[in-house]
T-cell receptor
Framework: GDSVTQMEGPVTLSEEAFLTINCTYT??????LFWYVQYPGEGLQLLLK?????DKGSNKGFEATYRKETTSFHLEKGSVQVSDSAVYFC???????????FGSGTRLQVQP | DAGVIQSPRHEVTEMGQEVTLRCKPI?????LFWYRQTMMRGLELLIY????????DSGMPEDRFSAKMPNASFSTLKIQPSEPRDSAVYFC????????????????FGPGTRLTVL
């Protein structure tokens, strides 16, 4: 079945550091890929998405590229801020399915 | 748009009591999802509806859990009787259902209900 694997957290960075959160997936069809962010005490918010191979999703300085050859969708940001501290979830929806499959989440802590 | 609305935001109850969680999806969205989030198990899909009809309830943990969607603007998740291990944050999410790949827009989550069963 479908699955999403994320790097273990927490990831602790200093402000203005470069961020990478790894995400790899397994799917039987042609999935769409997503990154969600969850700030403390809130629900998940869609951060960015990519619907086909080689697409790049971007939002708020975050980027992720859909790599079919490596089945990956790594999240990157060139310069993180304290306000980026949150839990980040990678997710996919496969062809013919109707619900997202989520990874386990990666907690990011950015220190001033 | 008001987004997905959930109530209550916090619920504290005693073991054995009935708990009802409520959700109002975004207007016009055809899909509604219920999730449970815990530290131990992460984010789990419990059940989802399409056009008010339950499609997949394989994630519902036990017969103590039930969900209904009597109309397009309202859904409930009920736990009867509740147990301490049901303590979690319960999220409702909705998604538009149009087009060949209806979930390409992702799901829109509510703020969640934090349930504590003593």
């Amino acid at each position: 079945g479908d699955s999403v694997t994320q790097m273990e957290g927490p990831v602790t960075l200093s402000e203005e550091a470069f961020l990478t959160i790894n995400c790899t997936y397994t799917a039987t069809g042609y999935p769409s890929l997503f990154w969600y962010v969850q700030y403390p005490g809130e629900g998940l918010q869609l951060l960015l998405k990519a619907t086909k191979a080689d697409d790049k999703g971007s939002n708020k300085g975050f980027e992720a590229t859909y790599r079919k050859e490596t089945t990956s969708f790594h999240l990157e940001k060139g310069s993180v801020q304290v306000s980026d501290s949150a839990v980040y979830f990678c997710a996919l929806v496969d062809t013919g399915r109707r619900a997202l499959t989520f990874g386990s989440g990666t907690r990011l802590q950015v220190q001033p | 748009d008001a987004g997905v609305i959930q109530s209550p935001r916090h619920e504290v109850t005693e073991m054995g009591q009935e708990v009802t969680l409520r959700c109002k999806p975004i207007s016009g969205h055809d899909y509604l999802f219920w999730y449970r989030q815990t530290m131990m198990r992460g984010l789990e899909l419990l059940i989802y509806f399409n056009n008010n009809v339950p499609i997949d309830d394989s994630g519902m943990p036990e017969d103590r859990f039930s969900a209904k969607m009597p109309n397009a603007s309202f859904s409930t998740l009920k736990i009867q009787p509740s147990e301490p291990r049901d303590s979690a944050v319960y999220f409702c999410a909705s998604s538009p259902g149009q087009g060949p790949s209806p979930l390409q827009n992702g799901e829109f989550f509510g703020p969640g209900t934090r349930l504590t069963v003593l």
